[in-house]
């Protein structure tokens, strides 16, 4: 069974994965949950979402900790590690089997691909939702998806909302080769953890309709939501690991937290470029506002979702 802790006082999260050293984009979506999290008298908690063990980098974990450390960046409680909650994970998965919620999907990639030729779709045409699939080879677990209109407001992007049926259909939540969905563990833990407030990139925007919904199916609390721009190389590619972002360097803490205040629209004094990190950080919890922060930075939108006017 699935729980979820109180949610009384403001608490907020960063979850980074340990697939490399933190670059400028992870300090901007670090710095903003932190703010948000302290500016409120809240909690801020650490999540290491080490779930993909194939794209995981030796040691990244423990460097990421330190890197945060450095720059003044201290969680509250323990750093909670995805790799340890498996059974978490699978209590999620009873539930929704339980409820008929879920189905298995033993489809390969060519299967998927030739059945949504077919049917002329970009989703998951249901092949093995009403049909028992040879579960003695691999196989996914797939939540079904209803016909219905997921509405959420964003603090930063408005109201948002999407018909998941019609641009993600039934999604995995267990993948075939036995790791668990982003999906399922992010709602699964955000509950736990008692996540009041969710502040990441908005390249994460697509996602939260199905967090959303796999929240209701789970019945979970809904946290809110922001997200916040993505920043980007000359080329306008999200920094990123894979797009060889540079770490952050470690001698200079103050000029990376100045330059992400910048970012996010909060308009910093430059002296905070060169003041110790303890007045940097009195200076932005005391003026953090989250109305600066501007809806986009770069050219890249969330895919699948489209926006009302507030």
């Known amino acids: 069974m699935v729980t979820s802790k109180p949610?009384?006082?403001?608490?907020?999260?960063?979850?980074?994965?340990?697939?490399?050293?933190?670059?400028?984009?992870?300090?901007?979506?670090?710095?903003?949950?932190?703010?948000?999290?302290?500016?409120?008298?809240?909690?801020?908690?650490?999540?290491m979402e080490d779930l993909d063990p194939p794209r995981e980098?030796?040691?990244?974990?423990?460097?990421?900790?330190?890197?945060?450390?450095?720059?003044?960046?201290?969680?509250d409680g323990p750093v909670v590690y995805q790799s340890q909650r498996y059974e978490h994970y699978?209590?999620?998965?009873?539930?929704?089997?339980?409820?008929?919620?879920?189905?298995?999907?033993?489809?390969?990639?060519?299967?998927?691909?030739?059945?949504?030729?077919?049917?002329?779709?970009?989703?998951?045409p249901g092949t093995c939702r009403q049909v028992t699939p040879k579960i003695d080879q691999p196989h996914a677990i797939r939540l079904k998806v209803k016909k219905t209109l997921i509405h959420f407001n964003d603090q930063i992007h408005g109201k948002i909302h999407q018909a998941l049926h019609k641009t993600v259909g039934d999604f995995v939540i267990k993948r075939a080769d036995g790791f668990y969905a982003y999906q399922l563990?992010?709602?699964?833990?955000?509950?736990?953890?008692?996540?009041?407030e969710v502040v990441r990139g908005s390249d994460l925007l697509d996602n939260t309709p199905r967090q959303i919904y796999l929240q209701q199916c789970l019945a979970l609390p809904q946290p809110e939501y922001a997200h916040i721009p993505v920043a980007t190389n000359a080329q306008q590619v999200k920094l990123s690991k894979q797009t060889f972002a540079p770490p952050?360097?470690?001698?200079?803490?103050?000029?990376?937290?100045?330059?992400?205040?910048?970012?996010?629209?909060q308009n910093p004094p430059a002296e905070l470029a060169k003041i110790d990190l303890n007045s940097l950080w009195g200076w932005a919890v005391?003026?953090?506002?989250?109305?600066?922060?501007?809806?986009?930075?770069?050219?890249?939108?969330a895919p699948d979702v489209r926006k009302t006017n507030t």
């Open 286 to 301: 005391q003026h953090w506002d989250l109305s600066k922060i501007p809806k986009v930075h770069s050219k890249i939108a």
């Open 248 to 265: 952050l360097d470690e001698q200079t803490p103050n000029i990376a937290l100045y330059n992400a205040l910048q970012f996010l629209g």
């Open 185 to 196: 563990a992010v709602v699964t833990d955000d509950a736990e953890q008692g996540i009041t």
């Open 57 to 75: 980098q030796p040691g990244a974990a423990d460097h990421i900790l330190r890197t945060l450390e450095h720059y003044g960046l201290y969680w």
């Open 90 to 124: 699978e209590a999620a998965l009873a539930t929704l089997a339980f409820k008929e919620f879920s189905f298995p999907c033993s489809c390969t990639r060519k299967d998927l691909n030739t059945a949504m030729r077919r049917a002329n779709t970009s989703v998951y």
């Open 7 to 47: 949610q009384h006082r403001y608490c907020g999260r960063f979850a980074p994965s340990p697939t490399g050293p933190l670059h400028f984009g992870s300090l901007v979506s670090a710095l903003a949950s932190y703010l948000q999290a302290k500016s409120k008298n809240g909690i801020w908690r650490l999540r």
